[in-house]
C-alpha cells in the first residue's frame, strides 16, 4: 500500500512538474492567443462559406435552411474538436521527438516517473490553451454564423465529450511511444495524420457521407464517433435522421471501451517501445 | 560484497541499417556495423570516486548510457546499486542521476531555479524540500543571482552549473558524470571538483562514475580510473599504481620539424608507444614516446634527422597520467 | 549575385534532404501525395454534402459540375499555398528551435533571405507534384473538366511564376515575423493559409464573402492568382454558373499580379530586416521557446 501511495505521489508531482512549463509558457510567450485562436477561425468561416456560398437564397425553403444550417454547424462542432486533434497529435504525440531533439527526453527516461504521468502532464499543461481555442471557436462559431442549436441532454453532451477526450488523449499516449523509436518518420506520421483524419472522421461533414463501412471503420478514431453523438445531441431535428452512424447512448458506450482500450495500450506500446528504443539506441539519438 | 556499479563481458554491439537503395558511397562513409563496447568489466564500490579515461569514441558515453538504462546491452550483464539494468530498471532510476557536459536541456522560457524545481518533481521530491535544496546547491555553485533568470539569457557556463545543480539536486546514491567540468572557467571547475568530492568522501552511500578529459582532474579526485579505448578496458588501477606501472618506462618528449613520416618509430626496438601531436603555431611536431629500453633515444633521434628534420628539444619526464594513457592508446586524449 | 545563386542551390539541397531523407523514396513519394489527395477528397465529400442540403433538380448537372470543378482547382492550386507558407517561415524556427543551428548558419556570409527561399525550394517541388498528382486523380476519377488553349499555356506559366514568387515573398514576411515570436509553427501553419483560404475565393466565389470581406480579398494578390489560373483552365462554360466579381481580362489581371508580386517582395524585405534587427536587438536570434 504504502509503495502504491508512493508511486501515485511520484507520477502526481512529475505530472505537475511537466505541466509547469507549459502553464507558465503560455503566460510569458501570450503570442499563442492570436496564433490559436483568431487564426484558427478563418480555416472553419472558410468551410462555412463553402455551404454558404453554393446555397444563397435558401429562406423559401425551411427543410433545406434547416440542413444548411445543421451542415454549418457540423463544420463549427469539427473545428472545435480540431483543437483537441491537433493539440493530441503535436503537443502531445510528437513531443517527445521535440524533447529528444532539445536533449531532454534522456532525462525524461531515466527518471523514475511514469511515461504516462509525463504525457499527461504535457496534456494538462497545455489544456488551457487548447480549451480557450476550442471555446472561441465554438462561441465564435455559433455567434457569427448563427447557428441554431439544441442543447436536448446536457449531462449526455457532456458525457460524450470528456469521454471522447480521455479516449483521444490515450490515442496520443500511444502515439507517442512511436517517437521513442522512431524520428522524422513519426513526425510526419503525424503530418499525415491531419488531412486523412479531417476526412475519414467527418471533420467538416457527417462521417456517414463517407459510407456506413468507412465510416464505423474510422469509428477506430475516437473523434469519429464523438463527433457523430455530439451532433446528434445538438442537432436532433427528425429532418436530418439517416445521415448518422449509431444511436448517440451506443457511440457513448463504445467510446468509454474505446478509452479504457486505449489507456491500456497506450501504457503497454510506451513500455514495450522504450524497451525497443533502448536496444536499438533511439532513445538519445537525434536528427534521426 | 555489493558493489554500486557491475558489469561482466558487457558488449553493445550498433548495427548499421543500410539504405534500401544505396547510395553512392563518399569517403570517409563508414561501413559496416560499430562494437562500442567489447566485453567490458568494471567493477565500481561503494563510496568510491571513479574514473573512467578514453578518447573520442572509446565507449564512454554508451557505457554511462547503458548504466543510466537509457541503452540496452548487446549482450553481457550490467548491474546499478544490485539491479540489473535490462530487468530491472525502475529501482535503478530513483537511485541514479546523470549530468552531461554540455547538456542543453530545460527550457528556455524557464527561470533556472524553475528548471530544476521541474526536474526535481520527476523524482517525486516534495516542492518544498527541492527548493531549499535548489537555494543551498545555487549558493555553492554561484549561481544564486541568476536563479531567477530565464535559462535562454544564461551564458553556457551558467547553463552547465544548472545542469550540475540539477544533478545533485535528486540526492541520488549514484551520480553519473560525463565531462561535468566542461565549459566551466577554473574557478568554477575547482568548485564543482571540490564539492563532488565532498559529497562522494563525506557521506555515506554516494558513488561517482566520472569520465573526463582532463587528466589532471582525474588524478586529482578519482579513487581509482579505468582507462578504456576502443570500447575495452585497458586499465583499472588506481592514478598511484597506473603511474608506477608506466614509471617502468621511460617518457621522452621531442620538439621537432614536421615529419613526412612517423610510422618508422613503431619498429625501432625499445619503443613502446608514442604518440603525435602537430603545432601548427610554431610550425612543429610534438612527439611523445614511452621507452621500455632508453637507448632506443638514438634511434629516435637518427630517424628524425634522416628525415632532413631539426630537434628543437628533448626532455625526459615523470610518469603522468597522460603517459600511461599513450603507452595504452598510442595517442593523447584529445 | 553568384553569393546568391551558391546560397540559393545549397539552401535548396539541405531543404530537399531535410524534406526526403526521413525514409526511402517510394515511401516518400507516397507520403508527398496522400496529404492533398485527402484534403481534396474532403472538399469532395462536401460536395456531395450540397446534394443533401439540397437535393438536385433536373437541369442542375451542368451548374453543379461547374461548382465542383470551381472548388477542386481552387484547392489544387491551395496546396502550393499551404506548402509554400509554412516551408518559408518555419525554416527559422525549424533551426532556431529544433536543430539549433541558426546561430552558425546566420553568422556565415550568405545572404540570409536567400537562404530561407532556397530551403523553401523543396516545398515548392513537392507541392508541384501533390498538384499535378492530384489535379490527374481529379480528371480522371471524379469527372473534373479541365480546357487549357495551347496559346494560353505562356500567361499560365507566368501567372503560376508570378504566384509562387508572391507566396515565397508573403512566407518571408511570416518569416520576419518568426524572428521575435515563440515556437508556433502549427498555429502559423493552419492559421495564415486558414486566412487566404478564407479571403482569396479559393472554394467559394469572393462575392459571397460581406462588402468588406470582398475588400479584404481584393487587396491580395493570391485572390488574382487563384481567379486567373482557374479563369485559364476551366471550361468557359464554368462562368455561367459561378460569377467571382473579379476583372476577366487575363492580361489585366496579370499585370495585378506582378505589380502586388513586387510589392510584395519589396515589402518581404523591409520586414525581414526590420525582423532581423528587432531579434538582434532583443538577443533573439537563436533564442529557445519551446515548452
Redesign the interface.
Known amino acids: 500500500m504504502t509503495a502504491t501511495v508512493n508511486r501515485l505521489s511520484l507520477n502526481l508531482r512529475a505530472m505537475f512538474g511537466r505541466s509547469y512549463p507549459r502553464v507558465i509558457g503560455m503566460q510569458r510567450e501570450p503570442s499563442w492567443l492570436f496564433f490559436e485562436t483568431i487564426l484558427p477561425l478563418l480555416g472553419i468561416a472558410a468551410y462555412v462559406f463553402i455551404y454558404k456560398g453554393f446555397f444563397l437564397g435558401l429562406d423559401a425553403d425551411p427543410a433545406a435552411n434547416e440542413r444548411l444550417n445543421a451542415m454549418i454547424g457540423f463544420v463549427v462542432i469539427g473545428g472545435t474538436m480540431i483543437a483537441f486533434w491537433l493539440n493530441v497529435l503535436w503537443s502531445m504525440a510528437s513531443q517527445l521527438y521535440w524533447e529528444k531533439e532539445m536533449g531532454n527526453l534522456a532525462l525524461y527516461m531515466m527518471a523514475p516517473m511514469s511515461r504516462m504521468a509525463l504525457l499527461a502532464g504535457m496534456a494538462v499543461g497545455g489544456m488551457f490553451m487548447t480549451g480557450t481555442r476550442a471555446i472561441v471557436t465554438l462561441v465564435a462559431g455559433i455567434y457569427v454564423f448563427g447557428v441554431v442549436l439544441t442543447v436536448t441532454s446536457p449531462l449526455l453532451i457532456l458525457a460524450v465529450f470528456f469521454v471522447t477526450l480521455i479516449a483521444l488523449y490515450g490515442m496520443g499516449m500511444m502515439l507517442a511511444s512511436l517517437y521513442l523509436l522512431w524520428g522524422r518518420e513519426a513526425w510526419h506520421l503525424s503530418a499525415l495524420m491531419e488531412e486523412p483524419i479531417f476526412l475519414v472522421s467527418g471533420f467538416y461533414f457527417p462521417a456517414k457521407a463517407l459510407g456506413q463501412s468507412i465510416a464505423l471503420g474510422a469509428s477506430i478514431i475516437p473523434a469519429t464517433l464523438g463527433l457523430d453523438a455530439l451532433r446528434q445531441l445538438l442537432f436532433p431535428s427528425k429532418a436530418l435522421s439517416g445521415i448518422w452512424i449509431l444511436p448517440p447512448d451506443t457511440e457513448l458506450a463504445i467510446l468509454l471501451v474505446l478509452a479504457v482500450l486505449f489507456l491500456f495500450l497506450a501504457r503497454a506500446s510506451l513500455a514495450y517501445l522504450e524497451v525497443l528504443a533502448r536496444r536499438e539506441g533511439r532513445l538519445t539519438s537525434r536528427h534521426q | 560484497m555489493a558493489y554500486a556499479i557491475e558489469t561482466k563481458d558487457l558488449s553493445r554491439l550498433f548495427r548499421r541499417k543500410l539504405p534500401l537503395f544505396k547510395r553512392r558511397k563518399s569517403e570517409g562513409e563508414p561501413v559496416g556495423d560499430t562494437q562500442a563496447l567489447d566485453k567490458v568489466d568494471l567493477q565500481v564500490n561503494e563510496g568510491e570516486l571513479f574514473g573512467l579515461l578514453g578518447p573520442n569514441g572509446a565507449g564512454k558515453t554508451t557505457l554511462i548510457k547503458i548504466l543510466c538504462t537509457l541503452l540496452l546491452p548487446s549482450s553481457g550483464y550490467a548491474a546499478v546499486a544490485g539491479h540489473d539494468v535490462t530487468k530491472d530498471p525502475f529501482p535503478i532510476r530513483r537511485q541514479i542521476n546523470m549530468v552531461s557536459g554540455g547538456e542543453t536541456s530545460g527550457y528556455g522560457l524557464l527561470t533556472v531555479r524553475e528548471n530544476v524545481w521541474m526536474f526535481s518533481q520527476f523524482y517525486g521530491i516534495p516542492s518544498k524540500t527541492a527548493k531549499d535544496k535548489i537555494d543551498e546547491l545555487m549558493k555553492v555553485f554561484g549561481l544564486w543571482d541568476k536563479r531567477n533568470e530565464k535559462v535562454r539569457g544564461i551564458s553556457t557556463g551558467q547553463r552547465q552549473k544548472m545542469n550540475m545543480i540539477r544533478g545533485f539536486v535528486t540526492d541520488p546514491s549514484i551520480l553519473f558524470l560525463d565531462e561535468p567540468t566542461l565549459g566551466l572557467d577554473v574557478n568554477a571547475a575547482r568548485v564543482i571538483r571540490e564539492y563532488v568530492h565532498d559529497w562522494v568522501k563525506k557521506q555515506k552511500g554516494k558513488t561517482v562514475l566520472l569520465t573526463t578529459h582532463y587528466m589532471a582532474e582525474a588524478d586529482l579526485m578519482c579513487d581509482r580510473i579505468a582507462i578504456i579505448n576502443k570500447g575495452q578496458v585497458l586499465a583499472c588501477d588506481t592514478p598511484e599504481n597506473l603511474k608506477k606501472k608506466a614509471g617502468q618506462d621511460s617518457t621522452f618528449r621531442l620538439e621537432v620539424d614536421p615529419l613526412k613520416q612517423t610510422e618508422p618509430f613503431s619498429a625501432i626496438a625499445g619503443v613502446r608507444n608514442f604518440s603525435v601531436n602537430s603545432d601548427i603555431v610554431k610550425n612543429t611536431m610534438k612527439l611523445t614516446f614511452i621507452l621500455s629500453d632508453e637507448s632506443a633515444v638514438s634511434d629516435i633521434m637518427s630517424s628524425v634527422m634522416a628525415q632532413g628534420a631539426k630537434i628543437h628539444s628533448l626532455q625526459k619526464t615523470e610518469p603522468t597520467l597522460e603517459d600511461v594513457f599513450v603507452a595504452m592508446c598510442g595517442r593523447t586524449l584529445e | 549575385m553568384s553569393s546568391h545563386l551558391r546560397t540559393f542551390r545549397l539552401a535548396a539541397w539541405l531543404g530537399w534532404e531535410m524534406e526526403s531523407n526521413?525514409?526511402?523514396?517510394w515511401l516518400f513519394a507516397i507520403?508527398s501525395v496522400?496529404?492533398?489527395v485527402?484534403?481534396a477528397?474532403?472538399?469532395v465529400?462536401?460536395y456531395?454534402?450540397?446534394t443533401?442540403?439540397?437535393p438536385p433538380t433536373a437541369g442542375m448537372e451542368a451548374a453543379n459540375q461547374a461548382?465542383f470543378n470551381f472548388?477542386y482547382v481552387g484547392n489544387i492550386f491551395f496546396i502550393f499555398v499551404a506548402a509554400t507558407l509554412f516551408g518559408t517561415f518555419q525554416v527559422i524556427q525549424a533551426d532556431r528551435?529544433?536543430?539549433?543551428t541558426i546561430r552558425y548558419v546566420y553568422m556565415s556570409p550568405i545572404p540570409f533571405y536567400t537562404y530561407i527561399v532556397g530551403r523553401a525550394a523543396s516545398k515548392v517541388a513537392v507541392a508541384t507534384f501533390a498538384a499535378v498528382i492530384t489535379l490527374l486523380f481529379g480528371i480522371f476519377f471524379l469527372g473534373v473538366r479541365v480546357s487549357l488553349d495551347l496559346a494560353e499555356v505562356p500567361i499560365f506559366l507566368a501567372a503560376l511564376f508570378l504566384g509562387l514568387l508572391c507566396l515565397v515573398a508573403i512566407g518571408v514576411c511570416l518569416a520576419a515575423l518568426s524572428f521575435i515570436?515563440?515556437k508556433?509553427v502549427?498555429?502559423?501553419a493552419?492559421?495564415?493559409?486558414?486566412?487566404f483560404?478564407?479571403?482569396c475565393g479559393?472554394?467559394?466565389?469572393l462575392s459571397?464573402?460581406p462588402g468588406w470581406g470582398q475588400g479584404v480579398g481584393k487587396i491580395i494578390p493570391l485572390t488574382y492568382w487563384f481567379d486567373l489560373e482557374r479563369r485559364l483552365i476551366l471550361p468557359p462554360d464554368t462562368w455561367n454558373y459561378v460569377s467571382t466579381s473579379l476583372p476577366t481580362d487575363n492580361l489585366y489581371t496579370l499585370a495585378l499580379l506582378l505589380v502586388s508580386t513586387l510589392a510584395f517582395y519589396f515589402l518581404s524585405i523591409l520586414l525581414f530586416r526590420l525582423g532581423e534587427h528587432l531579434a538582434r536587438k532583443a538577443?533573439k536570434i537563436d533564442?529557445?521557446?519551446?515548452?
Open positions: 526521413w525514409t526511402e523514396p507520403y496522400i496529404k492533398p485527402a484534403g477528397f474532403i472538399l465529400v462536401m456531395l454534402s450540397f443533401f442540403i439540397q461548382r472548388i528551435e529544433w536543430y539549433q515570436t515563440a508556433h502549427h498555429g502559423l493552419e492559421g495564415i493559409p486558414g486566412m483560404y478564407l479571403f479559393v472554394l467559394f466565389p459571397v464573402l538577443g533564442m529557445t521557446t519551446a515548452y
